[in-house]
């Protein structure tokens, strides 16, 4: 070869430009037309082996994944907004958030978590936010109920999300105002038709044992997510253990007299001395939600998300990735905990101070962790029901949904000894 062509060779080579190496997809408040669907995209890279890196509080916990030109392709497909980086610029990223002097910490993501849903099969009219948020992201899940739990298929999962359950017995206490609907004389038959074929004689019985078995899910190193009533019933009805709560009405018998005083704090995952609402009439399960006593006007009822060192506390500042840290407010049957019931050993990670209420906690229990988040719909302020579902397209960078996609990809960091 002559020393012309090596030449031109060379001046090619310096010319045209390096293929890039990574895509980085921002979440900042600017800059992503669609913050859901980038969630759904990561995951999607995960199932297919892909490895990912979730970068804490850079632009909003924006996600770095390899330049594959599928990857393009689907992010153009779904909406999604990505920035090409040459291994340079990608590198420069990383040393930024590596400094001591920044808040931010990079993350690998490294296998897409398995995720079921516990919800009853053919659910009534109101929807459930994570059901409809993971089909709008396009993660896939598996909804599983109380059969599957008590036969241990929870073992099958990394994640399971609790849909407005009443795990307490007591029919989602809409005894008062719905009791001679045909949806609820329907739900109730269903439920004591179930129990029956479980081998229970109270509909309370079976769903104690379902929460058993949750709670040993937990406890084995799962993570569970909960919102609205599936939070405070679920830890009521561990506390309730041996304990008959239930009126007449709900299980054919009396309750136990003063149980209140029955109630074992200690078996709760998350709350602590509360009073429990004896009035089979009343749409309330005890005193730990703070939605009959609010104060406050739809427009002004925002909560502040925690700031957490992402270096020190990357778990808390996972859960808390978002382009904004004050987000809108929403009620539900449990709208948010009041301060002085959740316990002390769990993470308050949202709060409305004004109020005195966690909108969204943390915890540990054994070898799992579990986040409750009050509330039922953050882009529905008070759905009733029978209200139609919310249309997420309508809302793709809501920041109450992304809070939602933070636990879900969650289970996928890699593991690694925290540093508190």
Same mark, same amino acid.
């Given at each position: ?7 031109i ?9 390096? +293929?890039?190496?990574?895509?980085l997809?921002?979440?900042d %408040? ?33 996600f ?7 990857? +393009?392709?689907?992010c ?24 001591p ?20 099969r ?7 936010a994570v ?7 396009? $993660? ?21 999300h ?19 609907a045909?949806?609820? $004389?329907?739900?109730?038959? %269903? ?18 044992a379902?929460?058993?078995k949750?709670?040993?899910?937990? $406890? ?7 919102m ?40 709760a ?24 006593? +609010? ?11 925690? %700031? ?18 004050l ?13 002085d ?7 308050v ?52 949904? +992304? ?18």
């Open positions: 070869m002559s020393f012309k062509k090596i030449y060779l060379l001046l090619l080579a310096f010319i045209v430009p390096a +293929r890039a190496s990574m895509i997809l921002p979440m %408040e600017t800059t992503q037309q669609n913050h859901l669907k980038a969630y759904g995209i990561t995951y999607w890279a995960l199932e297919r082996s892909y490895k990912a890196n979730w970068l804490l509080n850079y632009r909003g916990g924006s770095l994944l390899p330049d594959a030109d599928e990857i +393009r392709r689907e153009q497909i779904r909406g999604v907004s990505f920035e090409v980086l040459s291994d340079g610029e990608a590198n420069s990223i990383l040393d930024e958030i590596a400094s002097s920044q808040n931010m910490e990079n993350v690998l993501l490294e296998k897409a978590p398995k995720v079921a849903v516990y919800t009853p053919g659910k009534h009219p109101w929807d459930d059901t409809m948020v993971l089909t709008y992201a396009e $993660i896939p899940f598996t909804e599983v109920y109380d059969e599957e739990v008590l036969t241990d298929q929870l073992l099958l999962y990394d994640w399971l609790l849909h407005h359950e009443d795990f307490t017995g007591q029919y989602g206490k809409f005894f008062g105002q719905y009791r001679n045909p949806w609820y $004389i329907e739900q109730k038959k %269903e439920a004591e038709a179930l129990a029956t074929k479980l081998g229970y004689s109270k509909v309370s019985d079976e769903k104690l379902v929460s058993l949750i709670r040993d899910f937990v $406890i084995g190193g799962g993570f569970m997510f909960a609205c009533s599936a939070t405070d019933s679920f830890d009521i009805a561990l506390s309730a253990e041996g304990v008959d709560i239930c009126e007449p009405m709900f299980d054919g018998d009396a309750s136990d007299a003063a149980y209140q005083s029955k109630i074992d704090y200690n078996s995952f998350a709350f602590k001395d509360y009073i429990l609402e004896r009035n089979p009439q009343a749409y309330e399960f005890s005193d730990i939600d703070t939605t009959n006593d +609010r104060k406050i006007l739809p427009d002004a009822d925002y909560f502040t998300l925690m %700031e957490y060192s992402a270096k020190w506390d990357p778990i808390p500042s996972m859960l808390c990735q978002n382009h904004t840290q987000v809108k407010g929403f009620m539900g049957q449990t709208t948010a905990f009041r301060g019931k959740v316990k002390s050993s769990v993470l990670m949202g709060e409305n101070k004004q109020n005195g209420e966690a909108r969204y906690i943390h915890g540990t229990k054994g070898k799992g962790m579990f986040t409750y988040y009050g509330g039922h719909d953050p882009e529905d302020y008070q759905h009733r029901v029978g209200d139609a579902p919310t249309v997420l397209d309508l809302h793709p960078n809501s920041p109450g949904y +992304r809070l939602i996609l933070n636990n879900v990809l969650f289970p996928a960091a890699k593991k690694k000894k925290l540093k508190t």
